[in-house]
């Protein structure tokens, strides 16, 4: 099945200025994050606003598409991109998360053999009580029950599982993708601020792939500090 990774990137965001410009060890965020879909050897696509955010690409060999400025979401600039082309499914790696693993991607895609829709998440005991982490609890099938930024489960007892920090990358089947760019928000968005809950009130079942692999998107200030560390950390141990 013909398959593709996608990348959104809008140049402004509302927490961190020109945040795929933002320099992590001297390089781009953006940067990091297509260098590490390139390195999965699929075909990666930039989908972007912005002209300097092509700029700093221009010489990976990667697709870029430009999409309107007034869409809403990374979502929708995925399926912008993808509305035309002949793939099947796709997936959408959110330009701040600069950490990049290929057997993850290959889990994603095997996993919309069975599943419309599926996600990650890692076993994170610091998320629990952070709102800007999102937390899923998960069915016995291991699809989400629920989303949240408030710290779910409620936990009267230690637990080997949980809580799992939501990792905002995702595969879609395009046609579930564009079915769901193309609903109404749900009183759970809503409120939420969380547009995978727009699947689950919709009946869509997202399947949870559970990684041992290390994520940590890129938001504030303190992410920077973070991520930093550990893209140092890494250089150095190949080094």
């Not at 795929?20 to 999965?40: A, D, F, N």
Request: aromatic share 8%; proline share 6%; with cysteine.
């Amino acid at each position: 099945m013909k398959r593709v990774i996608v990348v959104p990137s809008r140049l402004n965001s509302t927490r961190l200025k020109e945040k795929p410009l933002l320099k992590l060890l001297g390089k781009p965020l953006i940067r990091w994050v297509v260098e590490g879909c390139l390195r999965t050897e699929e075909r990666v696509v930039l989908a972007t606003d912005s002209a300097r955010v092509h700029e700093v690409v221009k010489d990976l060999p990667v697709e870029v598409r430009y999409t309107p400025p007034e869409l809403p979401s990374g979502s929708d600039r995925v399926a912008h991109v993808v509305s035309n082309e002949d793939v099947e499914l796709v997936i959408n790696y959110q330009g701040d998360e600069p950490f990049v693993y290929g057997e993850d991607i290959e889990k994603l895609f095997l996993a919309l053999k069975d599943y419309p829709v599926a996600t990650l998440a890692v076993r994170d005991e610091h998320s629990y009580t952070d709102p800007n982490s999102v937390k899923v609890v998960l069915k016995r099938d291991g699809t989400a029950l629920y989303f949240s930024r408030a710290p779910i489960p409620y936990r009267k007892e230690s637990s080997e599982l949980y809580p799992l920090k939501h990792v905002g990358i995702y595969a879609f089947r395009k046609e579930v993708l564009l079915e769901f760019t193309g609903m109404g928000r749900g009183e759970l968005e809503r409120l939420e601020a969380l547009e995978q809950l727009r699947l689950l009130e919709a009946g869509y079942p997202i399947k949870v792939i559970i990684t041992q692999n290390y994520y940590h998107g890129v938001d504030t200030q303190e992410d920077v500090e973070l991520v930093e560390k550990e893209l140092s950390a890494r250089l150095f141990t190949k080094a």
